[in-house]
């Protein structure tokens, strides 16, 4: 993998500022496959491909209706269907790190912030300490850290933020990983990264 970028956030999801490790050899391959982004609003497709283990044939006779039908309607690079066996080869394109909100720090700053809870580790950059200090408490109590920015690239640390442990893979954190790949996509014109702050949570691969 290659080391962490800073994304804006995707349409849809809270303002903020998303940092990336991107997968280099799923991007090399989606590059080559002409694949970009997976898209799938209802999660359905994901919810099936989290049903074929990465690399590993699986006979299409022993999926589930709906499972075929997603199998036969996936965008090309995704999987292979050849002579009734089915191979994913998919995976999250990137594990976000990540999500910091640039504001001061205030309840509607850490109510941006906590929104990313189920998805990545999260926190306020603030230019400024908070004026009520019981901001800091809140803060620490929805696991949101708390960095106050001198404008020296070394933020100072108020709050630490809580390291985010996934409870389980699921379509949802997929749809996620695969929106801040697109916003990478569109921002990012070539791979040089950029530092993140070294306060980062884990996501499960595949």
């Not at 999260?122 to 809140?138: D, G, H, N, Q």
């Amino acid at each position: 993998m290659t080391g962490p970028v800073q994304v804006p956030s995707p349409r849809g999801y809270r303002a903020a500022t998303l940092h990336l490790t991107i997968d280099h050899a799923e991007h090399t391959r989606r590059q080559s496959a002409g694949l970009g982004r997976i898209r799938d609003s209802h999660g359905a497709l994901l919810d099936t491909l989290m049903a074929l283990p990465p690399g590993i044939p699986v006979h299409h006779d022993d999926l589930t209706e709906r499972q075929r039908n997603d199998v036969r309607r996936a965008p090309a690079g995704i999987l292979d269907l050849t002579l009734g066996i089915v191979t994913r080869h998919a995976i999250r394109p990137c594990r976000v790190d990540l999500a910091t909100v640039h504001a001061a720090c205030t309840r509607d700053s850490i109510g941006r912030a906590t929104s990313y809870a189920p998805f990545c580790t999260r926190a306020v950059v603030t230019p400024t300490p908070p004026r009520r200090k019981y901001l800091l408490s809140e803060a620490n109590y929805w696991g949101v850290g708390v960095f106050l920015d001198h404008g020296d690239g070394e933020p100072e640390t108020l709050v630490e933020p809580s390291p985010w442990r996934p409870k389980r893979h699921t379509p949802a954190a997929w749809r996620f990983a695969e929106a801040a790949y697109a916003s990478y996509l569109s921002h990012t014109p070539n791979t040089e990264t950029t530092k993140t702050p070294s306060h980062a949570g884990e996501q499960p691969r595949g």
